[in-house]
Structure formats: structure tokens, C-alpha cells
């Protein structure tokens, strides 16, 4: 006769149960992991808002670069003057529009994709540019625009032909909080008034 051991069942569900009890994460585990996770977090999300700065920047350089192109290119082909006029400060926006003529083109720089303003605006004086009926500007200058403390410059040369500066940073961004800009300030946050500090 043959004795059965009874005993080796209850050793196996002794195992299971203690394999499951250690199956579990430890609270210095989780502690661990959580500080890793704030770690990445708090050096990643300084980098994602600087980049989405630079892409709305870029994006509205691009957008004023190629409507400059537009009404250039259109000038020459309507065979009349076209004006693009520019308007700097928090409310930036710029507009197109045939003189003479009721048709306007608006677009702000102020809303989505860009949340961009115009920093300053230099065009031979005035802040427009009057394109005559061959495509030829009455001026060129420069156009900076600005989203926080990143900013790209336009550059518009005497042919019409309109290129950006990769965005950069300006000033650190606490300064720019702090600054209130306005159309009559140029690029680096500095005033009329402190123009020979530069």
C-alpha cells in the first residue's frame, strides 16, 4: 500500500499565495518612479513651450513673407499699385488692399496658428509698402515679429523680394513679461527714449 503525501497540495498553494504577495510594486518603487517621471517632465516641458514658440514665430514670418509675394507678384500681373500695410503692437495684424478700390485682405497675426505680434515695423519710414503696376516697391526695410521673447526678422529688399531670419531668442522671457511693448519699439524691447543706450 502506497501512502499518499496530503501535505504537498497546501505546500503549492502556500507558494502561489506568496509569489502573489510579492507580485506587487513597493512604495519606494513607485516613489522612485514618480520622481524620474517629474524629472523628464520638468527638463521636457521648458523645450516643448520654446519650440512651439519658434514654430508659431515661424509660421507667421512665413505667412507675412508670402503675402508680401502675393501682392508683389499680383501688382505686376493686374497691372496696378497694390498696398500691404502693416500695423506693429499687441493687436498685430496686417492688411492688403487695392488703392483706390474697396477689396481688403485681413490677417491677424494676433490669432491661432501664430499668436504672433509685429514687434516693429521699418519700411523706408512709413509702415506700408505700395507695390506699382510692374511689381516694384516704393521701399523695402525690415519687419520683426514676435511670439514671448522669440522673434524672427522680415527682410524686404528693394526688388520686393521678402526672406526671415531663423527665429531666435530676444531677451530672457521674465523680461518680456515684465516689458511692455508697444509699435514704436524696436527689437530688443529698448524705446525711443533709450535709443542711445544701445
Not at 502675393?70 to 500695410?85: E, N, P, Q
Not at 506693429?88 to 483706390?100: E, I, P, R, S
Request: proline share 3%; charged share 20%; aromatic share 8%.
Amino acid at each position: 500500500m502506497t501512502m499518499m503525501n496530503t501535505d504537498r497540495p497546501a505546500k503549492r498553494h502556500r507558494t502561489i499565495r506568496r509569489a502573489a504577495a510579492r507580485s506587487g510594486f513597493s512604495l519606494i518603487e513607485v516613489v522612485a518612479c514618480l520622481a524620474i517621471i517629474a524629472t523628464v517632465g520638468a527638463m521636457a516641458i521648458p523645450r516643448y513651450g520654446a519650440a512651439v514658440a519658434r514654430y508659431r514665430v515661424e509660421a507667421a514670418a512665413t505667412r507675412v513673407v508670402a503675402e508680401v509675394h502675393r501682392v508683389r507678384d499680383k501688382s505686376g500681373r493686374a497691372g496696378r499699385s497694390l498696398t500691404i500695410s502693416f500695423r506693429g503692437g499687441k493687436n498685430a495684424f496686417l492688411t492688403t488692399y487695392t488703392v483706390g478700390a474697396a477689396r481688403e485682405s485681413l490677417v491677424w497675426l494676433k490669432a491661432e496658428p501664430y499668436w504672433a505680434v509685429i514687434n516693429s515695423v521699418d519700411l523706408g519710414g512709413d509702415t506700408a509698402i505700395v507695390f506699382d503696376g510692374y511689381g516694384a516697391p516704393d521701399s523695402g526695410g525690415t519687419i520683426v515679429v514676435r511670439h514671448g521673447s522669440i522673434a524672427s526678422t522680415i527682410t524686404i529688399d528693394t526688388a520686393g523680394a521678402a526672406t526671415f531670419t531663423r527665429p531666435v531668442q530676444l531677451i530672457p522671457a521674465s523680461i518680456v513679461k515684465e516689458t511692455a511693448f508697444n509699435a514704436g519699439e524696436i527689437a530688443l524691447g529698448f524705446s525711443d527714449d533709450n535709443a542711445d543706450r544701445k
